[in-house]
């Protein structure tokens, strides 16, 4: 049971324009939401993250939208670079003790120069 | 700050073997988890430690067990490996186990089951 899905497997974008990467969740008891990028041959680094209680998060060029009604949220990157190519993971937990991380399959970002 | 480290980074073991993969966390980091990583599958949580104790765990069969530590250090076992067990094994750590923490990850320990 994919409880986080990621259900476009690649994106391909231009450099300097926006990028969309969505993720949407079936677990309505997740209420803390994670973005994590991964290059080859090294481990995934946390991106942003979003609280339930917020709709809309920002850091830079990165921001973390979340529709709990619909269950979804988005990773929007403006604008793109050739460096943010990598593979992008959404990830979802419920706050509290014991609460794993589940991760959604992942997407392929490529931003072309 | 010295980061999530995992050993080996590599290995090739042939089926019926086990292994023993070694995770250290970042200083201060009482919590480790394990995932596994193959191509079309993303992360698949395989367990979680906390002061020496599983919190967590996920659908793997008993062939995967793991054990964390006094110094938080964990270590994760697969025996009677099959092909299908080749993947990275990525290790992440952090501060404790409540699901809003941002875990950070090593490198991985690349497994492959000839």
């Known amino acids: 049971d994919q409880q986080v899905k990621q259900n476009s497997p690649s994106l391909s974008v231009q450099e300097g324009r926006i990028s969309i990467l969505n993720c949407d969740y079936t677990?309505?008891?997740?209420?803390?939401f994670l973005w994590y990028k991964k290059y080859p041959a090294e481990g995934p680094t946390f991106l942003i993250s979003?609280?339930?209680?917020?709709d809309k998060n920002e850091d830079g060029r990165f921001t973390v939208f979340l529709n709990k009604s619909a269950k979804h949220l988005s990773l929007h990157i403006v604008p793109s670079q050739p460096g943010d190519s990598a593979v992008y993971f959404c990830a979802a937990s419920k706050t509290g003790a014991n609460s794993k991380l589940t991760f959604g399959k992942g997407i392929t970002l490529s931003v072309r120069p | 700050k010295a980061g999530v480290t995992q050993t080996p980074r590599y290995l090739i073991k042939t089926r019926g073997q086990q292994v023993t993969l070694s995770c250290s966390p970042i200083?201060?980091?009482?919590?480790v988890s394990w995932y596994q990583q193959t191509p079309g599958q993303g992360l698949q949580f395989l367990f979680e430690?906390?002061?020496?104790?599983?919190?967590n765990k996920g659908n793997f069969p008993g062939r995967f067990s793991g054990r964390q530590f006094s110094n938080s250090r964990s270590e994760m076992n697969v025996s009677t490996l099959e092909l299908g067990d080749s993947a990275l094994y990525l290790c992440?750590?952090?501060?404790?186990?409540?699901?809003?923490?941002?875990?950070?990850f090593g490198a991985g320990s690349r497994l492959t089951v000839l």
């Open positions: 430690y906390f002061s020496e104790t599983q919190r």
């Open positions: 200083s201060g980091h009482r919590s």
């Open positions: 677990n309505s008891m997740f209420d803390y």
């Open positions: 979003i609280s339930s209680i917020k």
């Open positions: 992440a750590s952090s501060l404790d186990h409540s699901g809003a923490n941002v875990l950070t």
